[in-house]
């Protein structure tokens, strides 16, 4: 079992602060149970599938200092839900950026055990996540690079298409323009003719006189 002051030491590493000692009356973990209940399904689940070592760290936390429990798990779900936003945009980045934290997060818990009892294999180790942490790096930067690269390309090829065809691409648009400036003069015409013929028939229809009472 992961010891308590390792457990708090990982938790101040991953997510910012020193974690609290545990109290003995805590509050209701959440306002919204059955949404704080869903969230931590799915960050346990996420866990589970990509940083296994992490979910004994926070079952340990759960059981010391449910309040920092509680932190980290909320913690978990927004990196959760930026990596998930990323996969939607950029499968290759998402995986890119997946393995980066979890290299990230181990560099933390290596980090936290050399506190509690530094040994070479420890050293080894953090050495070789950090080597690991900056070939992802590398592979981050070439595949941003390479996708810049093709959106140049596209673009270079849009200016190209454009300074090539400028002559017939603003004679489209001026036939166009045109076109449509003539079917509005003509519905204006149309409105102004319906307007004058009602005029004029207006005036062609007299009131008729009231008959004259007869003479006495």
């Given at each position: 079992?992961?010891?308590?002051?390792?457990?708090?030491?990982?938790?101040?590493?991953?997510?910012?602060?020193?974690a609290?000692?545990?109290e003995p009356n805590?509050?209701?973990?959440?306002?919204?149970?059955v949404?704080?209940?869903q969230?931590?399904?799915q960050?346990?689940?996420?866990?589970?599938?990509?940083?296994?070592?992490?979910?004994q760290?926070?079952?340990?936390l759960?059981?010391?200092?449910?309040?920092?429990?509680?932190?980290?798990?909320?913690d978990?779900?927004?990196v959760r839900?930026?990596l998930m936003q990323?996969?939607?945009?950029?499968?290759?980045?998402?995986?890119?950026?997946l393995?980066?934290?979890?290299v990230?997060s181990?560099?933390?818990?290596v980090?936290?055990?050399?506190?509690m009892?530094d040994?070479?294999?420890?050293r080894?180790?953090?050495?070789?996540l950090?080597?690991?942490q900056?070939?992802?790096k590398l592979?981050?930067?070439?595949?941003?690079?390479?996708?810049?690269?093709?959106?140049?390309r596209k673009?270079?090829?849009?200016i190209?298409?454009?300074?090539?065809n400028?002559?017939?691409?603003?004679t489209?648009q001026?036939a166009?323009?045109?076109k449509?400036?003539?079917?509005?003069?003509?519905r204006?015409?149309?409105?102004?003719?319906?307007?004058?013929?009602?005029?004029?028939?207006?005036?062609?229809?007299?009131?008729?006189e009231?008959?004259?009472a007869?003479?006495?």
């Open positions: 079992m992961v010891h308590r002051t390792l457990v708090f030491l990982v938790v101040a590493a991953l997510f910012g602060g020193a609290a000692a545990a805590i509050e209701p973990r959440s306002a919204s149970l949404s704080a209940e969230t931590e399904k960050v346990l689940e996420f866990l589970n599938e990509h940083h296994p070592e992490l979910v760290v926070l079952s340990n759960h059981s010391n200092s449910p309040h920092e429990y509680d932190r980290a798990i909320r978990l779900a927004r839900e930026r990323v996969k939607e945009g950029d499968p290759q980045r998402h995986e890119l950026d393995q980066a934290w979890v990230q181990r560099i933390h818990l980090v936290a055990r050399l506190a009892s040994s070479p294999a420890l080894d180790e953090l050495r070789n950090l080597s690991q900056f070939d992802l592979r981050a930067m070439r595949h941003d690079r390479q996708r810049q690269a093709e959106r140049l673009l270079d090829e849009q190209d298409r454009l300074a090539g400028a002559d017939e691409l603003i489209k001026m166009s323009l045109t449509s400036s003539e079917a509005m003069a003509e204006i015409r149309d409105t102004r003719q319906r307007a004058k013929k009602g005029v004029a028939g207006g005036a062609d229809r007299r009131p008729l009231s008959p004259k007869p003479n006495r």
